[in-house]
């Protein structure tokens, strides 16, 4: 059999009803021989892989029995896979374009040094009323894990996402491995996205903490792993202080407990931190700072 073209890869947790939405969405992207779809269910008990197996019969479908944590998961799948490109998908993200392959192929046919495209991503539970923008596609720090696309030759060229990071930062992570080997990440809007969250909310779930946590350690991680040594202090004293002013001088001592811990997290990891270390040069920092940030959240024009 000829080797696919896209490789569709989800990773999930106990989500059926997520990933059935999502699976439906996309499904008749996989009516196409080029293209193959895998989930991957990382230790469900909600009966997800035999759900996948029964309604959508042409998904390969892989499980830990115990969960390995969803890094693990992508790892795996990108590194099998023989796909010439990959798109990344959260259980709770489907596309609203129609038929965006297309798109995604020829853009990286027509951008040679294009490692990644970063695609357009709706944060909401309804999909927007509006989907026109008039933002043009345009080099761009770093990408969401959301939704994303990888050319696999740049994949290969990287080390896999660190999975002791756990949640939170593994794209910046990939992002710095692409710039060090001149491969570019791009912003396509052409390609909308929508991820079934509701943002606001989050702040009053139960793992607010953790979540804070981990994004804190993550972000500190990077520091480490790729700043200057000159510019880390300056860094880090800014990072904590504006958690300080903006939360914990608020009275939010959740906060408070998760920059503790995430400080604690920071002073385990030095092992790890010193084994990966790829610092960039003061030169390449002060490029890599001139990039357009990240496109994280698209909002329809009014």
């Known amino acids: 059999m000829p080797k696919p073209i896209f490789s569709i890869q989800i990773s999930t947790k106990n989500r059926k009803s997520d990933l059935g939405i999502t699976l439906g969405k996309i499904n008749y992207l996989l009516k196409d021989k080029s293209v193959e779809c895998v989930v991957f269910d990382d230790g469900s ?18 499980k830990n029995t115990v969960s390995k944590g969803y890094l693990f998961c992508r790892n795996k ?30 853009y990286f046919d027509d951008n040679i040094n294009c490692g990644l ?18 933002v043009e596609s345009q080099r761009v720090k770093g990408f969401v894990g959301c939704a994303h696309v990888w050319r696999m030759k740049a994949w290969n060229a990287i080390p896999n996402y660190p999975e002791w990071f756990v949640f939170y930062g593994e794209e910046d992570f990939a992002s710095y491995q692409l710039f060090k080997k001149d491969w570019t990440v791009n912003y396509l809007p052409e390609v909308l996205v929508n991820h079934r969250v509701d943002v ?32 880390i202090p300056e860094k880090m004293a800014y990072s904590i202080w504006m958690q ?18 995430a400080l604690l997290d920071l ?19 002060h490029s890599y700072q001139q990039l357009d940030d990240t496109k994280i959240y698209w909002r329809p024009e009014k």
């Open 267 to 285: 002073g385990l990891a030095v092992p790890k931190i010193i084994k990966n270390t790829n610092r960039l040069t003061r030169q390449e920092y």
């Open 77 to 106: 799948m990108l590194n099998e896979t023989e796909a010439a490109f990959a798109i990344s998908l959260d259980d709770d993200a489907h596309f609203i374009t129609i038929n965006p392959l297309e798109t995604i192929k020829k």
């Open 45 to 62: 008990v909600d009966g997800t892989d035999e759900y996948v197996k029964l309604n959508f019969p042409n998904i390969k479908i892989q």
């Open 200 to 231: 606001k909310s989050r702040k009053k779930d139960l793992d607010y903490g953790i979540r804070l946590r981990r994004s804190l350690r993550s972000g500190w991680y990077l520091y480490f792993l790729f700043y200057p040594i000159r510019i």
């Open 117 to 134: 495209l970063a695609l357009r991503i709706f944060w909401g539970l309804e999909e927007p009323n509006s989907i026109i923008s008039a």
């Open 244 to 261: 300080f002013k903006l939360k914990v001088f608020k009275g939010d001592f959740e906060a408070l407990k998760a920059i503790s811990l």
